[in-house]
């Protein structure tokens, strides 16, 4: 799964509301606009989203691979029947279009989690939405954010660990239970130590954020939002 990385590239420079709302009014405009020439334009978007982030395409395919069984078996689900003509081309035409219309939501949510610290979207969240809930809100964000990576590598290192015992050759049922235990031992024991470091430090509901703020890079990128929620009105 991709995570943040620092640098320097367009989409680094942008404010992480400006970010917020490209990714936002992208998702709606992805579910309003279904048909094949929607989504040839929202192509063209993603590719320029992916390149202000300096992100490739195959290098979200790879981050998210675990996603592309559970879309391609919604178009094989529709795809086959159980008499002739065995293969119904078209019933699988709106599966296969939904899948292809998530995988561009995902791509650009990637380039919003690889070019924006888990501190600026803390912050964006409680520029938005103001009071204990949005410090709520926010302090839960980037949580998610520090700990999702943590808790994919502890799996990773489970797995690792099965397979030099030669527990891949073991029934899947069996790897299956093994690794998922040990995967909620290792979440629980990091949920713990979570919760003791945040005592331990006085969490604080009013932390200092980074400051943001809007620069003139951030104008394009507005006008593409705007573009954006103004084609699903029409």
């Known amino acids: 799964m991709l995570g943040y990385q620092h640098g320097d590239s367009l989409a680094h420079r942008l404010d992480p509301r400006t970010k917020l709302a490209v990714q936002l009014t992208f998702a709606v405009a992805a579910f309003a606009h279904t048909d094949p020439r929607g989504l040839a334009v929202l192509t063209v978007v993603t590719a320029g989203a992916l390149a202000s982030a300096r992100l490739s395409p195959v290098a979200v395919l790879w981050g998210y691979r675990f996603l592309l069984p559970l879309l391609a078996a919604a178009v094989l689900f529709e795809l086959v029947t159980l008499g002739p003509p065995w ?43 103001p009071g204990k809930p949005g410090r709520l809100l926010g302090a839960g964000v980037g949580l998610v954010f520090r700990f999702l990576p943590l808790l994919r590598r502890d799996l990773a290192a489970i797995r690792d660990a099965e397979r030099a015992r030669l527990g891949d050759e073991r029934p899947t049922r069996e790897r299956l239970q093994t690794v998922g235990a040990a995967g909620l031992r290792r979440a629980f024991a990091r949920a713990d130590r979570l919760a003791m470091a945040l005592s331990a430090r006085c969490f604080s509901w009013n932390a200092t954020l980074p400051r943001i703020r809007f620069r003139a890079v951030d104008a394009p990128a507005l006008a593409l939002a705007a573009g954006l929620a103004a084609s699903v009105l029409v």
């Open 87 to 129: 293969l119904d081309l078209a019933a699988a035409v709106d599966p296969l279009l939904a899948s292809y219309r998530t995988l561009l939501i995902v791509a650009v949510a990637a380039g919003y989690v690889r070019t924006t610290a888990a501190r600026e979207s803390r912050a964006a969240v409680q520029w938005a939405i």
